[in-house]
């Protein structure tokens, strides 16, 4: 849907803005929008063709606590769960001051949000997290198209300019070390464009093989989730003018992505969030299927590269939409039992029936006596047809990034503000720790985002 947004006439691209906005996913739009709405004159500045950058590809939904939609639901949530799950997921290895503007601010996002009339009033739940925070439109709609859609809507609305196609080559800093603008290549020629303030929001470095590479050796060869222009522009446009790289060596890989065709697909955690299973070559579970991403990972890696099956069937699809575009694009096995679905998938049929039986005594009585999952239990999987998708491990996120503190300032290794540079999105490390809980990349775009159009705001006042 975000193709249907036109981007500005590069012939109408000025000099001077008060603001430079690097990146169109939901971090970049966010932001501009803000800030626009404080009464500034943004620009984004896109390097791809294609708008939205990886917030397109996002498919769960937006992590947060203590939400009037939470209630609406009959959840009681808070601060603090959100937190004490966000922290252990991490392996307690998160930024704390980053994570605890983090949970706190998740519900005012999710107001903005919908006072933008971006309505997200539905819930379901992702590996790590012990409850309902996952809020997504009711539609069940794709969270990452939707709110590129939305954002663009409103940028549209408010003629904030967008230009695409133009790569920024480097952060100029003035004789007093502050920000003063950007130089860029555009189809038109080099040009230097002046800002007193710039927000990097040009995610991470998933799709960058050599950085990739350099910071973790061990995933040379993986497939990715991300989109081309994943390539850590920001990260290394940030660091050549002194600023600290945190967590770069921590890398999350997806466990449900569908590798067979040309393309890698990642299969979104709502899937199992709302009953889905995996199982192996034999049809039986072996692990904890909302465990988190870096467990569930590492016990699909232990099946010895045959990869894993999710198992759900109709009405667990009717609550992910995004198994409709799966399906139209051939990633989807479809049967009308259990049995013939194992054939067709090419599982042992025997095995594959009593697993899924076992699966549906243990929702019945709420207990997962083999493997000890508690959530993403409200529906059991007899109602057919039936469906497969075959999966494997791929990178998807890089935890890894510039160093901000909770104002988005971006900091020198001796933690110093670099003035007028601020941050928000995945280009920023520390947020997530060892591993990010799905539903908090969303969250963290339009949390952050805010939060830099805001402080640039406060930044340009003094």
Do not use: C
Request: proline share 2%; net charge negative.
């Amino acid at each position: 849907m975000a193709e249907k947004f036109v981007a500005t006439d590069l012939a109408t691209l000025q000099d001077n803005y008060d603001l430079i906005v690097i990146g169109s996913g939901g971090a970049g739009l966010t932001a501009a929008i803000q800030a626009h709405e404080l009464g500034l004159k943004p620009v984004i500045l896109e390097k791809m063709s294609k708008i939205g950058g990886n917030t397109t590809r996002a498919s769960s939904g937006m992590n947060a606590a203590e939400t009037d939609v939470q209630l609406n639901h009959h959840i009681v949530d808070s601060f603090e769960e959100f937190y004490a799950d966000t922290f252990k997921g991490g392996g307690q290895q998160n930024n704390q001051e980053l994570l605890k503007y983090f949970t706190e601010h998740g519900a005012l996002a999710i107001d903005w949000l919908a006072d933008h009339q971006i309505v997200l009033d539905e819930l379901t739940i992702t590996g790590g997290m012990s409850t309902m925070r996952t809020h997504r439109p009711s539609s069940m709609a794709p969270i990452g198209g939707f709110l590129v859609s939305e954002l663009l809507k409103q940028v549209a609305t408010e003629n904030i300019p967008l230009y695409t196609d133009v790569k920024v080559n480097e952060l100029v800093l003035n004789d007093g070390h502050q920000i003063n603008g950007v130089k860029v290549t555009t189809a038109n020629g080099d040009r230097e464009l002046t800002a007193k303030a710039v927000v990097l929001a040009t995610g991470g470095f998933g799709a960058n093989q050599a950085l990739l590479t350099k910071y973790r050796a061990d995933l040379k060869g993986y497939n990715t989730t991300n989109q081309p222009g994943a390539t850590g522009d920001g990260i290394e446009l940030a660091q050549a003018i002194g600023a600290k790289l945190v967590d770069m060596d921590q890398v999350q890989v997806h466990p449900t992505v569908q590798q067979d065709t040309d393309h890698a697909y990642l299969i979104g955690e709502a899937v199992r969030g709302e009953g889905a299973i995996l199982v192996n070559q034999s049809g039986a579970r072996f692990v904890n299927e909302l465990d988190t991403r870096k467990n569930v990972t590492a016990a699909i890696d232990e099946l010895g590269g045959t990869g894993a099956w999710l198992i759900f069937d109709r009405e667990i699809r009717d609550r992910v939409k995004a198994v409709e575009f799966y399906d139209s694009i051939g990633l989807v096995k479809t049967a009308d039992t259990v049995a013939d679905l194992a054939t067709t998938t090419k599982l042992d049929a025997a095995t594959l029936t009593s697993t899924v039986a076992k699966w549906n005594q243990a929702v019945a009585d709420q207990n997962d006596v083999e493997f000890g999952r508690s959530t993403g239990m409200d529906r059991d999987i007899q109602h057919g047809p039936f469906y497969s998708i075959h999966i494997a491990p791929a990178v998807h996120y890089t935890m890894g990034g510039v160093a901000i503190n909770h104002l988005t300032q971006v900091l020198t290794a001796q933690d110093q503000v670099i003035n007028g540079l601020f941050a928000a999105g995945e280009v920023v490390g520390g947020l997530h720790g060892n591993n990010r809980i799905g539903g908090n990349s969303i969250a963290e775009t339009v949390i952050f985002g805010r939060q830099a159009g805001q402080q640039v705001f406060k930044y340009l006042q003094q």
